[in-house]
């Protein structure tokens, strides 16, 4: 394993650390302080049900190849094994509201986890999943049950009050700001959402003679700061060059403009889901024409995509 590899496997669970510690206080707090509306129930069942899922995945997978699963080696060995399903669990749970069901949050956890297996595209000699998991777990859930819905906004600071509720969207901006800087590089690609939501913002508003501040008003929600820090920038799924993730953070926001102009609901969700499945697409297609002309993608660009 060469240095780069090793550094760049490093900074990878660097993040993840990160990211695990802080949806993690993030929901403790939720339920305990800022006035989160689900139940114990669906964190909890959210957690057996990714860590089950990803286990069991690695198990068949590691079987079929004979060769050892990679959360064999001891307690350290299986905590950084279960870091990414352990975020996307408390993701998904987090961030719909299934009422007192607990159904749909094992539907969607199963399905974030079950998305990497199956999702995937030829990148070099190997295959990435493409697709955001709690981001398409969350897609999944909303499209098959009509009674569920995204966890209203509100309840991120419901209980909270006066300086409490600039400080703690602050506190979220500040951290996610540092771990896509210093971990998983992708200030470009928040850097081109946060344009191309204001952007279409401002021309819909133009459009239908609308306030622009009605447009623009999401962007205040800790909902929004959530899904701008910790969702449209997951680095397995998206682009590596700073071009290519301003690129499809525009692509982002221009795909909820389409939804939003065909008045469908949870556009977050839906236009992170099309634009990746997309970006998936495009690596079918740039796989086979490499293949056709005999031309190989450099390693180190394949192994620069790790897995979340």
Same mark, same amino acid.
């Given at each position: 394993?060469?240095?780069? !590899? =090793?550094?760049? &496997?490093? &900074? ?7 990211? %695990? ?15 989160? $509306? +689900?139940?114990?129930? +669906? ?6 049900? @990714?860590? #089950?899922? $990803? ?6 997978? %590691?079987?079929?190849?004979?060769r050892r699963p990679n959360f064999i080696g001891g307690p350290m060995r299986m905590v950084e094994f279960l870091l990414s399903a352990h975020i996307t669990g408390l993701a998904v749970g987090m961030l719909i509201y299934t009422n007192d069901r607990l159904w749909p949050t094992v539907l969607g956890v199963a399905v974030a986890i079950g998305s990497k297996a199956i999702f995937r595209a030829p990148v070099g000699s190997r295959s990435c999943h493409f697709l955001n998991p709690s981001n398409f777990g969350i897609t999944v859930v909303l499209l098959l049950f009509p009674s569920v819905g995204a966890a209203p906004?509100?309840?991120?600071? $419901? ?11 602050? *506190? !979220? ?5 540092? !771990? ?5 590089? &992708? ?26 501040? %009605?447009?623009?008003?999401? =962007?205040?929600?800790?909902?929004? /700061?959530?899904?701008?820090?910790? =969702? ?9 060059? &700073?071009? #290519? ?5 525009? @692509?982002?926001? #221009?795909?909820? %403009? ?9 556009? *977050? ?15 079918? !297609? +740039? ?8 031309? $190989?993608?450099?390693?180190? #660009?394949?192994?620069? /995509?790790? +897995?979340?």
């Amino acid at each position: 394993m060469t240095n780069d !590899i =090793m550094l760049e &496997k490093a &900074k990878r669970l660097g993040g993840l650390r990160r990211f %695990a510690i802080a949806i993690t206080v993030f929901n403790i707090l939720g339920h305990t302080v800022f006035g989160f $509306e +689900q139940s114990w129930a +669906q964190p909890v069942v959210a957690l057996i049900t @990714a860590y #089950a899922v $990803e286990i069991l995945l690695e198990s068949i997978d %590691a079987w079929a190849v004979g060769r050892r699963p990679n959360f064999i080696g001891g307690p350290m060995r299986m905590v950084e094994f279960l870091l990414s399903a352990h975020i996307t669990g408390l993701a998904v749970g987090m961030l719909i509201y299934t009422n007192d069901r607990l159904w749909p949050t094992v539907l969607g956890v199963a399905v974030a986890i079950g998305s990497k297996a199956i999702f995937r595209a030829p990148v070099g000699s190997r295959s990435c999943h493409f697709l955001n998991p709690s981001n398409f777990g969350i897609t999944v859930v909303l499209l098959l049950f009509p009674s569920v819905g995204a966890a209203p906004p509100y309840h991120f600071t $419901e209980d909270l009050g006066g300086a409490g509720d600039w400080i703690l969207p602050g *506190l !979220i901006v500040v951290s996610g700001t540092f !771990i896509n800087w210093r971990f998983t590089g &992708k200030l470009p690609l928040v850097a081109g959402w946060l344009g191309g939501f204001a952007l279409q913002g401002v021309i819909r508003s133009v459009i239908f003679d609308t306030p622009v501040i %009605a447009s623009l008003l999401p =962007m205040t929600g800790l909902a929004f /700061i959530l899904y701008t820090y910790y =969702m449209v920038t997951d680095p397995a799924t998206t682009p590596n060059g &700073k071009t #290519a993730q301003f690129a499809f953070g525009g @692509a982002v926001a #221009a795909a909820y %403009a389409l939804l939003m102009l065909s008045h469908v609901v949870f556009g *977050l969700f839906f236009a992170l889901t099309i634009v990746s499945a997309i970006r998936g697409l495009g690596l079918y !297609i +740039q796989a086979a024409l490499t293949q056709r002309s005999g031309v $190989e993608i450099p390693s180190q #660009a394949a192994a620069s /995509i790790s +897995q979340r």
